[in-house]
């Protein structure tokens, strides 16, 4: 309740209307009352942004790419739905809580699956955020959603297959330097 009452505030009012008082004004409680449930409007806005990544798919196909392709994909279309909450991602640097962090570990289990190690994988990972992240900030904009969506799942078809293309020639590298 408290999660989307304030959810409804930037929605309506944007992240400048969104307070403790006026979230407690919306919710016909004092202010104070909300401290029993978030530490401040850090913790509030924390918890908004990972209960939208709640709303992200993630596929059951086995293959590590469209494991991968799709969750990306399913953020975008959830940031896209979420319009209003974009900027407050940006300003955040993404987000941190149990859906963030399990999502980023289907997509480390994915990249796993293709021999790719914890900090290859941690790279790939922040680059698809930002992609993400960034064409969500440019779709966030109605000027023409489907097209962007479109040009996004083309960037990360061309991400993934420059992280694989690289991930072979390095393993190419040392298997050369283990033979010289």
Do not use: C
Request: no cysteine.
């Amino acid at each position: 309740m408290l999660i989307a009452a304030a959810t409804r505030l930037i929605t309506d009012h944007g992240a400048a209307g969104l307070s403790m008082r006026s979230l407690a004004a919306a919710l016909g409680v004092t202010p104070m009352a909300l401290y029993n449930h978030v530490r401040d409007k850090g913790e509030l806005i924390d918890a908004m942004l990972d209960d939208a990544l709640g709303r992200v798919e993630v596929p059951d196909d086995g293959d590590p790419v469209t494991v991968v392709r799709g969750i990306m994909l399913s953020t975008y279309d959830v940031l896209i739905g979420h319009r209003d909450l974009v900027p407050l991602y940006l300003e955040r640097r993404g987000a941190r809580g149990a859906n963030a962090i399990g999502l980023g570990e289907k997509i480390h289990e994915a990249l796993g699956g293709l021999g790719i190690d914890k900090d290859r994988a941690q790279r790939i990972l922040r680059a698809l955020i930002i992609q993400a992240l960034g064409f969500a900030a440019f779709g966030a904009v109605p000027s023409d959603p489907p097209a962007i969506r479109d040009v996004f799942g083309d960037s990360l078809d061309w991400t993934l297959n420059g992280a694989l293309r690289a991930d072979a020639r390095q393993v190419k590298d040392s298997e050369r330097a283990g033979h010289e």
